[in-house]
């Protein structure tokens, strides 16, 4: 007896239409922001980077700031998507190399583009009291999320005296790292930053 395919509804294709345009257009509001800037990011800009008309974005996205928000909350879940897949092959908890590595995938994420984007809407909700509180907000549950997913990547016991400190003091270092890079990326010393953060945060993971 063959096997039977299950009919497909009708809504599945205009469905699965959908969260391709939504996901086209989050995905262009990033690239926009992180190019453009918020002044030079508009609906009509997204809107046509994406290859969709005006309409179809707002139909998605009421307002200019209901899109740049999803768009960094977007940014957000693939930055902790990326940090959460290198958990996949890291070298033993405890070592240095783990330590080493871990400290250099934090740092890349806040150097690379993704957070460029989410910057430019830092000092657009700076400026926007629309955006202010929703920007607020998003950034303080990424913060707890980026901080626990550290905190699990380098196996840290945040019980011990300075292990959360030094943890959170990597992230804010990587942080301005980031927005250093905004007006040059000067590699060599990002690196011997990294080399330095990576022997102190080991230092203090291991009690030594």
Avoid at 93 to 98: E, F, H, K, L, Y
Avoid at 131 to 146: F, M, P, Q, S, W
Wanted: glycine share 8%; net charge neutral; with cysteine.
């Amino acid at each position: 007896m063959g096997t039977v395919t299950p009919a497909r509804s009708p809504k599945e294709p205009q469905q699965e239409r959908s969260r391709a345009t939504r996901r086209a257009l989050l995905e262009a509001a990033v690239s926009c922001l992180a190019e453009r800037g918020w002044s030079g990011s508009t609906v009509s800009v997204v809107a046509e980077r994406a290859g969709v008309s005006r309409g179809a974005a707002q139909h998605h996205f009421r307002t200019r700031e209901d899109l740049f928000t999803a768009a960094v909350e977007h940014v957000a879940e693939k930055r902790q998507g990326a940090l959460q897949a290198v958990a996949q092959d890291l070298p033993p908890t405890g070592s240095a190399a783990r330590t080493r590595i871990v400290v250099e995938e934090i740092v890349n994420l806040y150097t690379g583009p993704l957070f460029r984007a989410a910057l430019h809407l830092w000092v657009a909700a700076s400026d926007e009291e629309q955006l202010r509180d929703r920007v607020t907000a998003l950034e303080a549950r990424v913060g707890r999320e980026a901080h626990r997913t550290a905190v699990g990547l380098l196996g840290a016991d945040e019980s011990v005296p300075g292990v959360r400190e030094t943890v959170q003091g990597l992230l804010d270092m990587s942080r301005g790292l980031g927005l250093a890079t905004l007006l040059t990326d000067d590699k060599p010393r990002r690196d011997r930053v990294v080399t330095q953060w990576a022997r102190i945060l080991d230092t203090v993971l291991n009690g030594d």
